[in-house]
């Protein structure tokens, strides 16, 4: 989730960016009633495999992958410009897992759509969607 000053209750505002070094808070008009904003960037050393293998000893696949995402210049193929996360949009956002569960405790049942992508924000670098909730208020009942 990428949050705004007016997402975060102002006596915990000082603490939060104190703990987040570096991090941007969006304009609090940023997103429209109904939308939330995540980040889409990886760090490809966390992909690290349950064998212990690192993404950068297996092929060049998850390179690629991640080159997408990464406006400007790919390395993965030189000459190629890439535009970032566009084309997203109709991609459900999902919630994996709940926040203060141990991993080990994790089901399939733990997921939850939470939203569908609308818009990729290239100054931010973030998906943004709209709530699922918001979405099924708008669809007919069967």
């Known amino acids: 989730m990428r949050y705004r000053a007016i997402d975060i209750p102002p006596d915990e505002l000082g603490i939060f960016l104190e703990a987040s070094p570096g991090y941007e808070l969006p304009p ?34 998850m ?10 210049e ?5 000459g190629q410009k890439m535009r970032g996360a566009g084309g997203l949009s109709g991609s459900p956002a999902w919630r994996i897992g709940a926040p203060g569960r141990p991993i080990q405790d994790w089901t399939p049942a733990a997921c939850e759509l939470v939203g569908i992508v609308t818009d990729w924000n290239r100054a931010h670098r973030v ?10 208020d708008l669809a007919p009942e069967f």
Request: aromatic share 14%; hydrophobic share 40%; net charge negative.
């Open 28 to 61: 609090n008009d940023f997103l429209k009633p109904d939308q939330f904003a995540f980040n889409f960037e990886f760090d490809r050393n966390s992909l690290i495999g349950p064998d212990g293998v690192t993404p950068e000893a297996r092929s060049s696949v």
């Open 63 to 72: 390179n690629d992958w991640g080159d997408v995402f990464v406006d400007g």
């Open 74 to 78: 790919n390395q993965s193929f030189p």
């Open 127 to 136: 998906l943004i969607a709209t709530s699922a909730a918001k979405l099924l």
